[in-house]
């Protein structure tokens, strides 16, 4: 198993650890239901070193950005970060990805782990020879901390007024625990937080320090398990659940990521057919009535007949309800109105309820 | 991992209580700290009847399904309806709160359950 940076802070923390996707990283510490509300009601810091980092530089960059993936990004200011997707030319997805605009002619990607080679080559494959693509995976470490008070804590490591870096943006260099980072407004919890990018061989004592300054306001480490069901409560997307191969943005209900009118880029043809035609699956929220906990691919039925599958579900910590998320027929199921989760072959009973199950608190 | 001297244990990571001809069973504190936060139990209904190694129900944490394994053979005389409502009271004391209640079908099975000691040793 590959070992990020902070593999040994892990072991001392009492993490649990777990090979995910190939990497050796702590699915809890304390418990996942502890975790969880610590970034709820205080803050949270997570090693998220396993996520990809792809540098897009060059004369050109831009363009090409503009046809890579989803999002307008010609509309991007410098050091202002797009929440967005690259499609394969079905309309499928190859990937979700945060890109952060340094300028015209620089840009940095941030990929899922499991997806980085995957990426890299896709995105070498399709970038002019001129053009300058590099997988920096290796050389950066990534983390994460996110809660109401992520801003207060973060702050007594730095000299930059952190107030400057609004939501989805970013400083490129500031000094954090006295090492260089790129710092973002950004995360995948619902609440407000940061991102810091930093050289690997740094992480350890930034982590350190992090955990130290934030004792006092109720800062934790937060391992894996805590991490999805903050984005699932928030309803933020995970390739291979709500987004892969098969499932298009549009059925995933992320249409407002994908700019159909801002010109040509790989997909868009047959994400505008798509459209057109009408989209045939939408993903939907359901708590459920009967007893049990819905877990993704499970099978969702209507009156006997298979209707679609649960792409993530689970215990919701803050809802304290078991809730899902469903990919199924369009249509057929109205907010309010029943329809079965198939348990271990039995068919309970669930309800469609409005998303997001948890309204975010991003501080914008 | 707390192993009290006094119950037998399943590799499964169960432990059973036997008064005379009937036994509770439950989950060991090792089975729910590597399980987590337990968030539902499925429990089976009172009169089923389970061969030992049988699926007699499901405990789920946050994270995932697990099946729990008859240690005995036997028919259900009661369940622990509690755990519907607070299934965390088996993180809180895995030892205190049984799942089921069987009436043994044979009692000699009881001699293929490992003692504390025995139990203890595989946990190393």
């Known amino acids: ?364 | 991992m707390n192993v009290p001297k006094e119950l037998l244990y399943s590799k499964d990571h169960e432990w059973v209580k036997v008064e005379g001809n009937k036994a509770y069973i439950g989950i060991t504190d090792y089975a729910q700290s590597s399980l987590g936060d337990i968030v539902f139990v499925e429990l089976p209904s009172e009169g089923d009847e389970f061969a030992a190694h049988d699926t007699f129900g499901v405990v789920e944490s946050v994270k995932a399904a697990s099946d729990l394994f008859a240690p005995v053979s036997g028919t259900v005389l009661e369940i622990n309806t509690a755990l519907e409502d607070n299934p965390e009271v088996l993180n809180a004391d895995a030892y205190a709160n049984w799942i089921i209640a069987v009436e043994l079908k044979d009692a000699e099975e009881l001699k293929s359950l490992l003692s504390a000691e025995a139990y203890a040793d595989i946990l190393e």
């Open chain 1, 1 to 364: 198993m590959k070992k990020t940076p902070l593999f040994e802070k892990h072991e001392q923390l009492g993490g649990k650890i777990v090979d995910f996707g190939g990497w050796a990283l702590p699915v809890q510490y304390s418990g996942i239901i502890q975790e969880h509300e610590a970034v709820r009601n205080a803050a949270g810091l997570f090693d998220v070193s396993h996520m990809g980092e792809i540098e897009v530089k060059g004369e050109g960059a831009l363009a090409f950005m503009q046809n890579l993936v989803t999002g307008n990004v010609a509309k991007l200011n410098d050091k202002q970060v797009l929440y967005c997707l690259m499609c394969y030319e079905d309309g499928g997805v190859v990937d979700d990805l945060l890109v952060y605009r340094h300028n015209a002619e620089h840009f940095f990607l941030v990929v899922n782990a499991s997806n980085s080679d995957k990426d890299f080559e896709w995105i070498k494959g399709h970038a002019p020879t001129d053009l300058h693509v590099e997988n920096l995976s290796a050389d950066y470490a990534q983390l994460a901390i996110q809660g109401p008070l992520a801003q207060t804590i973060l702050q007594e490591l730095t000299c930059f007024p952190l107030d400057e870096i609004s939501f989805f943006h970013f400083e490129p260099q500031i000094q954090v625990a006295k090492v260089p980072a790129l710092v973002s407004r950004t995360g995948y919890t619902g609440e407000d937080g940061f991102e810091i990018y930093l050289a690997a061989a740094d992480a350890p004592a930034v982590w350190d320090a992090l955990l130290a300054a934030g004792a006092t306001h109720g800062l934790v480490p937060v391992g894996l398990g805590a991490r999805d069901t903050l984005r699932f409560e928030a309803n933020l997307p995970l390739y291979g659940h709500e987004i892969s191969r098969e499932i298009t943005p549009l059925e995933a209900g992320l249409s407002f990521f994908v700019k159909l009118k801002k010109g040509d880029f790989i997909g868009r043809e047959a994400l505008q057919a798509q459209k057109d035609a009408g989209i045939p699956r939408e993903l939907v929220g359901f708590t459920m009535i009967d007893r049990g906990v819905p877990r993704g691919d499970y099978q969702v039925a209507l009156q006997g007949e298979i209707i679609g599958h649960v792409t993530s579900g689970s215990y919701a910590p803050t809802l304290k309800e078991n809730v899902g998320l469903a990919l199924i027929t369009r249509g057929l199921v109205k907010e309010g109105e029943e329809l079965s989760i198939m348990v271990r072959g039995k068919a309970l009973a669930a309800k469609r309820i409005p998303l997001p199950f948890y309204q975010k608190r991003y501080k914008k």
